[in-house]
């Protein structure tokens, strides 16, 4: 699994401001969440993989009607906020916003992958994003897109976000 060293570099990137806060007027700053509340149906279950120690796109979803569950680990994993055992289930959707990013190595990120793939129901689809910054590895948007290719078999499509910082979603394919 994932050294404690490679937990805590990835916890430490968990924040509720930046990027994961909430606008005064209650509308979420963060890209995948937006995505998911404009593009996703309520009914769907999704999992918000690496959702931090606040869970704070968890809760605006909920907030929004959407049947989330917010999953993290290590010192984020909350008690009552979090489901501890979430990646047993499968998904309808899974987001991840800025989580791939804060990956401290290639097996750790593909180890990610793996979860993210074996809690995704065939035919489900997969948003995630890739900030330019922080990135913990030296790894390019292009070689990212061409490992979620690989991995997931499906189609994949830029949603939105810059060619240094896309928003992409993954449609797993119903036979792997």
């Known amino acids: 699994m994932f050294t404690m060293e490679e937990i805590k570099i990835a916890n430490a990137t968990s924040r509720s401001n930046g990027a994961s806060a ?23 279950s999704i999992l918000d993989f690496g959702a931090g120690k606040d869970a704070v ?17 290590g010192d984020n994993l909350i008690d009552g906020l979090h489901d501890e055992d979430a990646l047993c289930k499968q998904y309808k959707v899974i987001m991840c916003s800025n989580v791939l990013n804060v990956q401290s190595s290639l097996k750790m990120l593909l180890e990610t992958l793996n979860q993210i793939h074996n809690s995704l129901e065939p035919g489900g689809e997969f948003m995630c994003n890739y900030p330019a910054s922080p990135r913990k590895m030296v790894l390019t948007a292009n070689d990212l897109s061409k490992i979620l ?13 810059t060619a240094s910082a896309p928003l992409w979603k993954i449609k797993k394919a119903y036979v792997n």
Do not use: C
Not at 57 to 73: C, I, M, P
């Open 22 to 44: 909430k606008n005064k007027d209650g509308s979420i700053r963060a890209i995948v969440p937006r995505y998911v509340a404009e593009h996703i149906n309520k009914e769907d």
């Open 57 to 73: 796109h968890t809760k605006w979803l909920r907030e929004q009607g959407f049947n989330a569950v917010a999953y993290d680990f």
């Open 149 to 161: 290719q690989s991995m997931f078999k499906g189609r994949i499509e830029r949603a939105g976000g």
